[in-house]
């Protein structure tokens, strides 16, 4: 949803400004754009499309300075050009800006101000930004992009550039990321951890209504009340991640090399969870005797986070015998929720500022709920806005379809789902212990799937040209068809649906014709005969089957073209392996498409807007 970078420091800016630029790209790949300060002017560089584009042109015409600003477009008001692309300029080319967000109030603004006789030139929600600094400067750049900012109604993280101000970027935010890394004789602003790794592991998270004066030397931050946060006040945190962790380390895609970390993702997840027979969980931040008083859970979330809501649902009824609701965030913020202070709400979000989840958990907390975040990345926004938070430890995610945070989301929430399990007394001990083996074991099965790949890329070559597939399951079968089928859609362009199986005869079954083959989920379990049946059904209508098994299963043979075996599960735990192989089809498949897997077409990592 956009990414944004500034640097000021003594490094060749127009390097550091692309070097941060490729690790946000994730965000948005419509456009790309610099603002560097080079002999007193600004200088705009912008292209439409990858930022190869952009890449390129710089090294046709390089531009020099020590301080500049730097963005990554996904279009939402404008389409992508030349002209919509960021950075944009104020009249007088004196200030540059770049954005992240919507600005709702723009039209009005933008009248306001070409009534006043400024000239905007891009049909973007951003350039009134530009044009409010200029209206309001006053030979002080924090003052006037504090006036302009105020009187912006959306969502925005900034960088602003005066050409006068050499040394100096202005950053403010409100609803959208934006970081600082500290280094040594430079600093860097950005959306996202990834893009300052290079030069920092210190990050300052500036927080709603903060605008910072960032300097090669220093970092001064201001409250929305104009006022100074002490130096020692400042919270700087230390990032975990190396560069190496954001990078594609010998692998041909980020979305393999995530898809090869999931059995780390998952260890590093589930660490110290479970001691003495006890389930370690004091994110839940409530008394036993609160968890007691719960009467159900709420989901909330979005794309492949809300399948991992699916699956939580499962495994809290199953084991804790509470009802439990999932949502979409964006239907639940409007859905005048039915919750109270006896509702634990769940919020599941990778990234921790998907807009629509925050206003979710906004929404639960005003009614009363406590609410507890599963997310991946620290100093997210929404661990500023849950009660309580619990991490998956999954690293940083690049690829835009996710994979690793997915997997680890559920190994979260499975041990939520135990610990809700263990306050209502609903398993007992033995079974507890059990199912807690049971799950460590998963990592290791998973790289046991990992040895089919070449099987899965076989399967991948027969049928990479379909133009529709089905995916289907009963139970646990049913989130990781939606999340295969989501997978094949997002980086093949493929059509994919998934349907519980017993349903496909009440409609979806139409399409079935000997060009669309089904995927079905056919793990070992109390369903196993039922999907068996719905196989045969889709067989009889000409469908070729893809089925992902258990292992040693001989009976499925018969039954399907192509069968993807797993290691046996306890039925319960079967989402994680059996959405390995789906994870590795949809690859290959889009690979054979010669898709770009890492950066789909429309999509962007984290959705920052309504
Ligand atoms: C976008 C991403 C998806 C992600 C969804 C929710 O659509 O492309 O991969 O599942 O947002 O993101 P979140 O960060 O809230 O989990």
Redesign the pocket.
């Known amino acids: 949803m956009c990414g944004i970078v500034g640097y000021v420091g003594s490094k060749s800016v127009a390097q550091v400004l692309l070097g941060g630029l490729a690790r946000l790209e994730y965000r948005g790949y419509d456009s790309a754009g610099i603002a560097v300060i080079e002999n007193g002017e600004l200088n705009v560089v912008r292209r439409v499309g990858k930022l190869a584009n952009l890449v390129n042109a710089l090294e046709a015409s390089p531009a020099e300075g020590v301080t500049g600003i730097g963005h990554t477009r996904w279009a939402t008001h404008g389409r992508p050009s030349e002209g919509n692309a960021h950075p944009h300029a104020d009249c007088s080319g004196r200030i540059a800006v770049v954005h992240n967000g919507i600005i709702e109030n723009y039209i009005e603004l933008r009248t306001e101000l070409t009534t006043t006789g400024h000239v905007l030139s891009s049909e973007t929600d951003t350039e009134v930004i530009a044009h409010l600094v200029e209206s309001y400067y006053a030979g002080d750049l924090v003052e006037a992009t504090s006036k302009a900012v105020a009187r912006l109604e959306g969502s925005y993280a900034l960088g602003v550039l005066h050409r006068d101000h050499p040394g100096e970027i202005v950053a403010a935010r409100k609803d959208s990321p934006l970081i600082v890394g500290k280094g040594e004789g430079e600093n860097i602003v950005a959306s996202d951890i990834p893009a300052v790794l290079e030069y920092t592991r210190e990050v300052i998270p500036l927080h709603d209504g903060q605008i910072a004066l960032v300097s090669a030397d220093a970092v001064r931050i201001f409250d929305e009340d104009g006022s100074e946060v002490a130096e020692s006040e400042t919270e700087i945190m230390h990032v975990e991640w190396d560069l190496e962790a954001a990078e594609k380390g010998g692998y041909e895609d980020f979305m393999l090399k995530e898809i090869y970390e999931q059995p780390k993702a998952i260890r590093e997840t589930l660490r110290g969870r479970f001691v003495d027979g006890q389930v370690q969980l004091s994110e839940l931040v409530m008394s036993e005797e609160e968890a007691l008083a719960l009467s159900r859970v709420f989901i909330i979330?979005?794309?492949?986070?809300y399948h991992a809501g699916i699956v939580a649902k499962t495994l809290i009824e199953q084991w804790a015998r509470m009802p439990v609701e999932v949502q979409v965030s964006s239907e639940f913020r409007y859905s005048d929720p039915i919750i109270d202070d006896e509702t634990l709400v769940v919020a599941?979000?990778?990234?921790?500022?998907?807009a629509d989840?925050l206003a979710g958990v906004r929404e639960a907390r005003e009614r009363g709920a406590k609410v507890i975040a599963i997310t991946n990345v620290v100093g997210s926004r929404v661990t500023r806005e849950a009660d309580g938070v619990l991490y998956t430890h999954a690293g940083p995610e690049i690829g835009?379809?996710?994979t690793k945070?997915f997997t680890a989301q559920i190994a979260a929430l499975t041990v939520l789902a135990l610990k809700l399990a263990q306050v209502k007394g609903t398993l007992d001990d033995e079974r507890t212990r059990y199912l807690w083996d049971e799950i460590c074991v998963i990592p290791a099965a998973i790289e046991t799937i990992f040895a089919e790949a070449p099987a899965i890329e076989r399967c991948a070559d027969e049928y990479y040209n379909s133009a529709s597939m089905l995916f289907i399951g009963r139970g646990m079968g049913v989130p990781v068809a939606m999340e295969g089928a989501l997978k094949l859609k997002?980086i093949s362009y493929i059509h994919a649906e998934a349907y519980p199986a017993g349903e496909m005869k009440h409609g979806p079954i139409a399409l079935i014709t000997e060009e669309s083959p089904v995927v079905a989920v056919t793990i070992q379990g109390h369903t196993y005969e039922k999907v068996v049946s719905n196989i045969q059904e889709v067989r009889a209508r000409g469908a070729q089957v893809i089925a992902i098994a258990t292992a040693g299963d001989a009976d499925i043979k018969p039954h399907a073209e192509h069968v993807l075996p797993i290691p046996a599960t306890p039925e319960s735990l079967s989402a994680i392996p059996a959405s390995v192989p789906l994870q590795l089809l949809a690859y290959y498949i889009a690979k054979k498409r010669d898709c770009n897997v890492d950066q789909p077409r429309n999509?962007?990592?984290?959705?920052t807007v309504e």
């Open positions: 979330a979005c794309g492949t986070s599941i979000t990778q990234s921790g500022e998907t989840t835009v379809a996710a945070t997002e999509l962007a990592k984290s959705v």
